[in-house]
């Protein structure tokens, strides 16, 4: 796939900005709102939406279609960013990318090719093949009393939890939780340690006796060491990472 000469030109004019110059421009963007920096952040990342869409439509033909749409993703990143939260602009704008190139192809390609398998042309011609797919933007009338006619992607029920925006902002979360607890490990003498590789750290704890015998203490004393070492990890957690709000609506 080839990009617009025109657009090509463009790309040329307006080179990747470096994370800390987009870090800078975040910050003063999400305290005052100047329509110049959302576009020097905009126009910064243009080659990202780029190579998400070859990623993403690596067997298809029209990709300017793709960037256009992966454009309007990151222009929707770029004014929802918080740099608050820790999350880098460019992994975030990453998933709204992905999440509006993704929605264009699957509202313009039939997903399945029914008729590609032995199966799928017997089914053909016992006339047993299900409907062709529906385009997600297609008219529906909602089964609700409601006489409006609306699209069908309009009516898929929202998932928080699969947000580009709360994805990414949980994976840098775990990301930077597991570099906490590696950095409280230290922390802790020898008995300590062990007792949170043991009964913390795995899926399934030792027992208390078990671990005390390691010690040679009782299993009563490997329990309250282990209280303690529950609340200063809670402790050196807190500190270390600041307390996430809910992500923006």
Known sequence: MKLDDSYARMLERHPTMSAEAQATVAQRYAHARDPRDADRLVLGNLRLVVK?????????????????????????????????????????????????????????????????????????FDRTLPGPDRSLDAPVRREDGDDSIRARVDLIADDDASRPDVRCEEHEYQQRLRDVVAAFRPTLDARERGIFEMRLLREKPARLSDVGKRFAVSGERIRQLESRVRRDLRTFVARSLPEREPAAA
């Open 52 to 124: 998400i869409a070859r990623e993403l439509g690596a067997h298809r033909s029209d990709l300017m279609d793709l960037v256009q749409e992966g454009t309007a993703g990151l222009v929707h990143a770029v004014h929802l960013f918080d740099p608050g939260r820790g999350v880098k602009l460019t992994s975030y704008a990453a998933w709204w990318i992905r999440a509006c190139i993704t929605r264009h192809i699957m509202t313009t390609t039939r997903m399945v090719s029914t008729a590609s398998t032995r199966e799928g042309r017997r089914r053909f």
